[in-house]
């Protein structure tokens, strides 16, 4: 360590700081890099920029795999239509079927 250096102890969520680390190796930088680059932005803009995380929730993220799956399977996929007539009515029925299934559930 040089001379213009320091240690900064911080506590974090143990999580963040695992989330953090792999972030880290992804980029090929060691943590104290990205932390560094961090504080010298706040320093120099006076400003911190916070957004929502953007991560699916596990359950739709595994409805959404689960949906994938059974698309390249063949399984759950509306058939083929001609005409916007057929269709409708495909879809009429389906609707149909789902609301008989939730009142059934219920």
């Known amino acids: 360590m040089s001379n213009n250096t320091t240690v900064l102890n911080i506590k974090i969520d143990k999580a963040l700081k695992q989330e953090l680390q792999s972030v880290a190796k992804d980029l090929g930088l060691p943590v104290s890099t990205l932390i560094t680059a961090s504080v ?61 299934k939730l009142k059934k559930s219920v």
């Not at 993220?61 to 698309?71: G, I, T, W, Y």
């Not at 916007?84 to 009515?89: A, G, K, P, R, V």
């Open 40 to 100: 010298r932005d706040v320093v120099r803009s006076r400003s911190i920029t916070i957004t929502a995380d953007l991560r699916l929730r596990p359950e739709v993220e595994k409805e959404l795999l689960q949906l994938s799956k059974d698309a390249k399977a063949g399984k759950n996929v509306s058939p083929t239509f001609d005409n916007l007539d057929d269709s409708f009515e495909w879809l009429d029925r389906e609707v149909k079927k789902e609301r008989s």
